[in-house]
């Protein structure tokens, strides 16, 4: 197919019109040829290929380019090609540059031959009979990417990876992101370690290192590492941990680029001898003011099984006989690990998981291993632990191999690692420059067909849909990944029906599995797109619940659906489950309309999973486990009190509600308004519409640091029935929501006022905040001033104008905005559109009471049992869980405790562990078991306790008002 020397004998490789042609056009005739994909690469074409340059859609935060428009301009200039280029918003470099340059702004690139692009592309937007140059991630066989490879080859595309393009004779990369990916991944690594010394509670230069990609350039980053240098000079470091070590393998492009940044502030090189006698002397003063720098190879890491000398040409033949013995000798010692090397599965890991837990559960001076930035990002590779790769959004995890806990929070147990596998597109601009500088000469031998070595030949991965013949082992790959096909039937396949807060940290979860596809489907495809690309096995697609025959398509073609849409809709994708006999999941109530699905459900064998979230959903999980351990001791459950609150944290609660939102408050106000039914102290009592917030529980004494106050959540008698339990024989069942204290007297004012109503109200058409304000307590217009809003709302209340109800609540309104009088810019934006006053004051909370940047809020879940022994004695258990948002990331609390628990749920329907069928509750313990103990993996466990022989118990505690 490819000749090995051109037509006047020079040495290289000519890449014929007819050698790239797709196999159905090799028939055409010349003339056909030449505007086809393969005239592109005739050695005597007259007409240059039209490139195409892809936009970057993997995730907001790639903004790299494969040529700047100071490349594009040269290749226009050299070569007459036609550049195209996908419009993109968050490039680096804007549309305007590269018009200006001679490129066309296009969308669709059905038009160019060759298409460049940096990360992987979405199957679906991939197009046939077309060359691209990527990074594919696919030549080492990596299962998660096997759909993909599958995909160019179903679609005819010839591919050139960027990571295949090699010198002939040194077999050296050519192209490559490796020395910035090292320069991003060792100053994340810097600005991480910072912050976990502070949560450990301890200040260091460090601190003032940013993430990588808040400074515009490198010149701004060496600017900061010279001021640190200079604070670490004059300063010190904490003496808790010096002396600081930091452990560099690897010996490419990413160790340097990671040196690169690291040498800049003050250090001394050691060598593995060393480290015993540094650790002996750890007070030496020389510690104090410089940093400890190690940089080892195999032979450092590794010895030889059964004794005997490490010989470097038996290590890469012989790996097998070769153990790793860097958990023994290295790693105590280290403080920061960073990880650069290339490691294949013949070879010893780095580190186990086993490896590291030892490491834990020392406790000499020697265990200080606080870090890992693994800028190599090789999942579940030369780390065991390294389970998958962070975000720039969320850069940091906390392995605790002794606990096998997996979780975010910076102040608990566990070595962080910082797993960023896009590092490079921290520093877009120098990183886009230099991977360009590198590419332009294959870019333009690509434009004109003509082609100076092999270096391109060597990089196809397949063509004319078929492997090229030193990549054929890869077929071996594509069937083991169950990638004979994208939508192969030995792939586990999820629907994924919503695009909302929660969805994220659900799909987060189930692309860990690599078996696993995910389509997230939304009416909202920008949403869907922009969680989905940022997962290799994840592709989002337009959801239209209303088409019976798309819904019915999509779900058959999937194992597991899960239902994340609003709450009304479930039924109707339950009843489309049902009748392509798949399972479902979802963490809403259990409706009458979807109970009426249960018999079809068991008759079809399919599982219906509901109330799999926080609230409802893993409280069932705790209260569960607990009632069944103590039915089997023979107790009796004679009291049952359970609170749950979706809350800001506390240092945020700064307005009059004590609260804020991260979605619409209209369901939290709707809540409000329903009645509610419970027993305390063998009374059965009720709080009809209406009257929930002036019917409160002033104090709830779960915790003495929270000033709580609670209100009963709808019918909590239904739930003796749910749990197994004798209603009759129970002195207390009670299901109630957490606010913080002054939460209800504020609502309840506003229903008193008429804000809370649903019935259609011309006081919300059109009208700013301060209008529908007036309007909705009744004032004439002209009274517009304080002192006339306060009298009114004093007459409307039944109080007095000096009433701290009144002060708070011209407080509140004052918090949502409500009390100004223009409308901003003159922007209709500030008008409010709704059906109800109730409908408006969402839009008006929405806006007012949102979280800013650096914000989090909390979940607390607390169940208390009391407990009737069978030797007659009395018990009081409590289980309880509280979880904080992460202000870095911006990830709430209310996401992963909603999103993890339906995950986890839906993975046990994919791996058939729940037998059980119909419309269901996770209140059985093949349901409940797993998720308890899968949720402590990630961070999310259930502090229990109990106190023996006490007789009084929260319910004999709790003030109803």
Known sequence: MISALRANGQRGVSFSRRAFAPLAHRRASLATQATSLGGAFNDHATKPLVIGIRREDKNRWERRVALTPAHIRRLIKETGARVLVQPSNTRIFNNASFERVGAVIEEDLSKADAILGIKEVPIDKLIPDKTYLLFSHTHKGQSYNMPSLQAFLDKNIRLIDYELMTDPSSGKRLVLFGTHAGYAGMI??????????????????????????????????????????????????????????????????????????????????????????????????????????????????????????????????????????????????????????????????????????????????????????????????????????????????????????????????????????NLPTELPFEASKHFGDALYPYAKALATGNLADTVLHNAIICQNGALESRHKHLQDDLSKSNGIRVTDARRKRVLLAGSGMVSQPLVDYLARSKDTDITVASNNLDEAKGIAYQFPNTEATLLDISNTASLDKSIKESDVVVSLVPAPLHPR??????????????????????????????????????????????????????????????????????????????EHSNNQLGYKFSWSPRGVMTAGLNAARFKINQEIR????????????????????????????????????????????????FRGTLRYSGYAEILDALLRLGFLSLNPSSAVEKNTAFEFLQRTIGLKYGQNNSAQIIDKLAHELNTTPSSTLIARLMLAFEEFGMLGRSRTSGSNNDLLTAPSALDAMAQVLHRSLKYNPGERDMVCLFHEFGIENADGSYDVQTSSLVAYGDPESGETAMAPTVGVPAAIATRLLLEGAVKTRGVIRPTIPEIYNPIIERLAKQGLIFAEQTKHGISKSLQQRMAWN
Request: net charge negative; hydrophobic share 40%.
């Open 188 to 421: 994340d690594g810097l600005h991480g370690l910072g912050q976990r010394l502070l949560a450990l509670g301890y200040n260091s230069p460090l601190i003032h290192m940013g993430q990588a990609h808040v400074y515009p350039n490198l010149e701004c980053v060496n600017t900061k590492l010279r001021h640190v240098a200079d604070i670490i000079s004059d300063q010190g470091l904490p003496d808790a941990f010096a002396p600081m070590l930091f452990t560099f393998t690897g010996a490419g492009n990413v160790t340097r680029g990671a040196r690169a940044i690291f040498d800049k502030l003050p250090h001394e090189n050691v060598t593995v001898d060393e480290l015993p006698s540094i650790a002996r002397d750890r007070y030496n003063q020389r510690y104090k003011n410089r940093l400890l720098a190690l940089q080892i190879g195999a032979q450092d890491y590794v010895e030889r099984v059964g004794g005997g000398k490490y010989d470097r040409q038996e290590y890469r033949e012989f790996p097998d006989r070769y153990r790793s013995v860097f958990a023994e000798k290295i790693a105590p010692y280290t403080t920061m690990l960073v990880n650069g090397i290339y490691w294949e599965s013949k070879y010893p890991r780095l580190m186990t998981t086993q490896d590291l837990a030892a490491i834990q559960r020392k406790r000499d001076l020697r265990s200080r291993m606080l870090a890992i930035a693994d800028i190599s990002c090789d999942i579940g590779g030369s780390l065991e632990f390294m389970s998958h790769a962070s975000t720039i959004d969320s850069p940091f995890f906390y392995v605790d191999a002794v606990n096998a806990v997996e979780h975010r929070d910076i102040e608990k147990p566990g070595v962080q690692i910082n797993s960023i596998d």
């Open 686 to 733: 009720e709080i009809q519409s209406g009257a929930l917030f002036k019917n409160k529980f002033g104090e709830v004494p779960i915790y003495p640091g929270f000033s709580f106050e609670g209100l009963a959540n709808r019918d909590s008698l239904q739930y003796a029935g749910i749990y197994g339990l004798d209603l009759e024989d129970m002195d207390t069942m």
């Open 573 to 650: 994708i339950a009843d489309a489950a049902i009748r392509n006999g798949k399972h479902m999941v979802t963490a809403s109530y259990i409706s009458d309309e979807m109970a009426e699905l249960g018999e079809r459900a068991k008759d079809a064998s399919v599982t219906i999973l509901n109330e799999i979230g926080l609230d409802p959903g893993i409280d069932h999980c705790s209260a569960m486990k607990i009632i069944d351990e103590a039915k089997q001791r023979g107790s009796k459950i004679k009291s049952f009190i359970s609170w749950c609150g979706g809350l800001t944290a506390p």
